[in-house]
């Protein structure tokens, strides 16, 4: 298995690649959001191009090679279904779960993953409604749209939450805007950066746009099961 070091590179370069695809990721990015001096991020990414998961060009940047992509699919499924696990089956919030699968992540058997995945039923989502990885490495993306964009006073539901910080999400828990639930966008009001909201119990949630956007909805109930 490699290493959780290894592991975290590649999954972080797989979510920088997702908001801009098929390009080369400079160093310097990939080094600030590790957390780590440029020195030590480009050491790492020559060890991972050796073992074939990236492509390096120096000076240029580095991208997931297809094994790299497989590799970070497979720790995303870890990650998602272990919060589902925490959730569903052990009770813990989830708010609380995100940390908790940073490290689990990096040591589940294939074994026992998919023995967690056949008792929780084959969820598709996990607990922020993101989507879970098959075991054969397809995500399959949820055509979601953003509360900041959505069309208005039409009901829609929510289908995912883009941000895992847990005071964004005990706000969300206070609101009654957790995954599944209804709501219809009433106004949204740019010059006062306010999008207001009706939830199911006839109350009204005023956001900002850049909050707004941290969620995602649907016109269908989301289905969770797979
Ligand atoms: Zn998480």
Redesign the pocket.
């Known amino acids: 298995m490699p290493s959780s070091t290894v592991e975290n590179y590649i999954k972080q370069l797989y979510v920088e690649q997702q908001s801009q695809p098929g390009e080369l990721l400079s160093m310097g990015k990939l080094a600030s959001s590790m957390a780590v001096a440029p020195g030590t991020a480009t050491a790492m990414i020559k060890t991972l191009a050796d073992a074939g998961l990236v492509h390096y060009e120096p000076r240029a940047g580095v991208k997931l090679t297809r094994g790299g992509q497989q590799l970070a699919l497979h720790v995303l499924r870890r990650?998602?279904l272990v919060?589902q696990l925490l959730v569903e089956v052990l009770g813990l919030d989830w708010s609380e779960?995100?940390e908790e699968?940073?490290a689990l992540e990096h040591v589940i058997s294939d074994r026992v993953l998919a023995r967690i995945d056949e008792l929780l039923g084959h969820p598709r989502v996990?607990p922020?409604g993101d989507p879970i990885p098959s075991a054969h490495g397809k995500l399959a993306e949820q055509d979601a749209e953003s509360l900041a964009e959505c069309s208005e006073r039409e009901t829609l539901y929510v289908a995912r939450v883009l941000d895992?910080n847990p005071g964004f999400l005990h706000f969300l828990d206070r609101n009654g805007l957790t995954p599944g639930a209804g709501l219809r966008v009433k106004s949204r009001d740019t010059s006062a950066d306010a999008v207001s909201v009706g939830v199911r119990d006839g109350g009204t949630v005023v956001l900002g746009f850049a909050a707004a956007a941290k969620i995602l909805v649907r016109r269908e109930q989301p289905d969770r099961q797979g």
């Open positions: 990650h998602r919060e779960v995100h699968a940073e996990d922020h895992q």
